[in-house]
C-alpha cells in the first residue's frame, strides 16, 4: 500500500536519490509480490521484466491504457509501473488520472511513473496524478531494487 505520509520521489540517472542506488544486488530476492508494467514498447517491457522477474516478482505486462485499466480492476496488484507515452488512446497521465478516481484501491495504489525524458512538464503532470515516485528511462536495476526493499521491506528474502 502506498504512503500518503511521504512526497513524492523524482530520481534520474543525474539526481542524488536519498537512498544507495549503489548497493549489490547479490541474491536479492522478494517473495509475494505482483507488479504490473504498464508499457507500449517491447524493449523496456522486456527489459523491466527480466529485472522484475530476476528479484522473484510476479509481473504482469500491459501495452496500453485499456489494457492497464483492465488487468488493474481485475487482478490485485502491488505496485503499478507506468509509461507517461503509451499510444494509442490515453497516456499514463491519463491511466493514472482514471485508476486515482474510479475505484477505492486505486486511491491507494503504489504507482510509479516512467519518462526517458526529465522535463519539468512531465514530472510536473505526474506529480498532479500523485504519482509516488517518477524513474527515468532506461530503468536502472539498483534503484528499483533499493524501491522495492524500501516499500515492502516485510517483502524481502
Same mark, same amino acid.
Given at each position: ?14 539526481? !542524488? @536519490? ?15 509480490? !505482483? ?39 481485475? &487482478? ?11 499510444? @494509442?488512446?490515453? &497516456? ?47 530503468? &536502472? ?13 516485510? !517483502?524481502?528474502?
Amino acid at each position: 500500500m502506498r504512503n500518503t505520509n511521504e512526497t513524492n520521489i523524482f530520481v534520474t540517472r543525474h539526481s !542524488k @536519490p536519498k537512498y544507495n542506488i549503489f548497493e549489490s544486488l547479490d541474491n536479492f530476492k522478494m517473495t509475494d509480490i !505482483k507488479i504490473l508494467i504498464a508499457e507500449d514498447n517491447d524493449i523496456n517491457s522486456n527489459h523491466l521484466y527480466k529485472i522484475l522477474s530476476g528479484y522473484g516478482i510476479i509481473c504482469d505486462i500491459a501495452k496500453n491504457a485499456d489494457e492497464t485499466i483492465h488487468l488493474f480492476e481485475t &487482478n490485485d496488484y502491488d505496485m503499478l509501473m507506468i509509461d507517461y507515452l503509451m499510444p @494509442p488512446g490515453i &497516456n499514463g497521465i491519463e491511466t493514472v488520472k482514471q485508476i486515482r478516481t474510479t475505484s477505492e484501491k486505486g486511491k491507494h495504489q503504489l504507482i510509479i511513473g516512467m519518462s526517458s525524458t526529465t522535463a519539468e512538464s512531465i514530472t510536473n503532470e505526474f506529480h498532479s496524478t500523485d504519482v509516488d515516485i517518477i524513474l527515468s528511462k532506461p530503468i &536502472n536495476p539498483n534503484q528499483l531494487a533499493t524501491i522495492l526493499k524500501r516499500e515492502f521491506p516485510n !517483502k524481502v528474502l
